[in-house]
């Protein structure tokens, strides 16, 4: 079992930066992949960023180059740095967990993902 909280959302303007932290806590001793998803009002779920327990990530087009994922394995905390955010970005923003053991790049599906924060919200104005 992982438990997952979310914090850092709020209000910025186009052009500005946020960063979401995701506290991680519970099971540490399987290996598993993090993500970053967002759902905004009447859309579906959008996979961001992932990485898995060697560091390796994977970005989704729209994010690549803007956004950035971490983590620190000290603190039990993902991260995702987000830059030049635009009013597009505007949703609630999520990190999850899955038990992932190989070596490469985990799936954006959110669908293979088991542990799920209650989420922030990031409002992006222009």
């Known amino acids: 079992q992982v438990q997952l909280v979310e914090s850092g959302g709020g209000s910025v303007q186009a052009g500005g930066s946020l960063r979401l932290s995701c506290a991680v806590s519970g099971d540490t001793n399987s290996r598993y992949c993090m993500g970053w998803f967002r759902q905004a009002p009447g859309q579906e779920r959008e996979g961001l960023t992932t990485?898995?327990?060697?560091?390796?990530?994977s970005y989704e087009d729209s994010v690549k180059g803007r956004f950035t994922i971490s983590k620190d394995n000290d603190k039990n905390t993902l991260y995702l740095e987000m830059n030049s955010l635009k009013p597009e970005d505007t949703a609630m923003y999520y990190c999850a967990a899955r038990v992932y053991w190989l070596g490469g790049a985990c799936s954006r599906d959110g669908r293979r993902f088991t542990y799920w924060g209650q989420g922030t919200q990031v409002t992006v104005s222009s």
């Open positions: 990485i898995n327990s060697f560091g390796i990530t």
